[in-house]
Each structure stands twice: as structure tokens, then as C-alpha cells.
């Protein structure tokens, strides 16, 4: 089973970037698809973005194409997600997910790590 650790939230000016990370350990990480969610208080988990076991295919979702850019790297165990042009919008606790199949439903995602928050302002 693989553990998941996210980092690199902060507080961000609008306009700014952010480079998040997730770190995962105790399974086979080249195995997964790895995806990146977030969630905002009140609402619903919200797909950001997902990546195949090898890095060669992505999806985003409408809300953040051209703006984040997801990538792994297999021999670290590690997926990044690039935010840039944030808005005040897109402040939520973000986290990373691991599965067996790439998409875009969280219920495809069965280990989960505990989210770093990202805040901001305007």
C-alpha cells in the first residue's frame, strides 16, 4: 500500500505560482496513475489533473488547462504539480491521489494523501 505526502503550499499573491509535490513510499510507485485534486470548504473534491505510469499521457481539467502542468519522476517516487497564474479561486487544500487506471473520478483513486493548503489572495 503507498503512503502519499504532499508540500509546497503556501500563500500566493494572484498572478503568482506555486510548485507542489508529492512524495509516496511503501509501494510500486511506477505502477500508478497519479492524479491531483483539490477541495475548497463547502464544496465538493474537485479533479485537477492526472498522469499515467509513465508520463506520457495527461489529462487536465477545463478549470486549470494552460495554468498547472502535472509531471513524475519514477526514480524519486515523486509527482509535481506546476500552478501558475493562481487566483483567488483556486484556493483549497490540494492533494494527490494514486490509482490503477488513469481518470478523472476520485472514486478511481484508492490512497490518498492529507493535502497541503493553498491560499490566494487578491
Known amino acids: 500500500q503507498v503512503q502519499l505526502v504532499e508540500s509546497g503550499g503556501g500563500l500566493v499573491q494572484a498572478g503568482g505560482s506555486l510548485r507542489l509535490s508529492c512524495a ?3 509501494g510500486a510507485f511506477s505502477s500508478y496513475a497519479m492524479g491531483w485534486f ?13 498522469i499515467n505510469w509513465s508520463g506520457g499521457s495527461k489529462v487536465y481539467a477545463d478549470s486549470v488547462k494552460g495554468r498547472f502542468t502535472i ?5 524519486k517516487s515523486t509527482v509535481q504539480l506546476q ?17 490503477f487506471v488513469l481518470g478523472t473520478g476520485s472514486n478511481l ?6 493535502g497541503t493548503q493553498v491560499t490566494v489572495s487578491s
Open 83 to 99: 500552478m501558475n497564474s493562481l487566483k483567488p479561486e483556486d484556493t483549497a487544500v490540494y492533494l494527490c491521489a494514486a490509482g
Open 38 to 50: 483539490r477541495q475548497a470548504p463547502g464544496k465538493e473534491r474537485e479533479f485537477l489533473a492526472t
Open 109 to 114: 483513486y484508492p490512497y490518498w494523501g492529507q
Open 71 to 75: 509531471s513524475r519522476d519514477n526514480a
Open 24 to 26: 509516496a513510499s511503501g
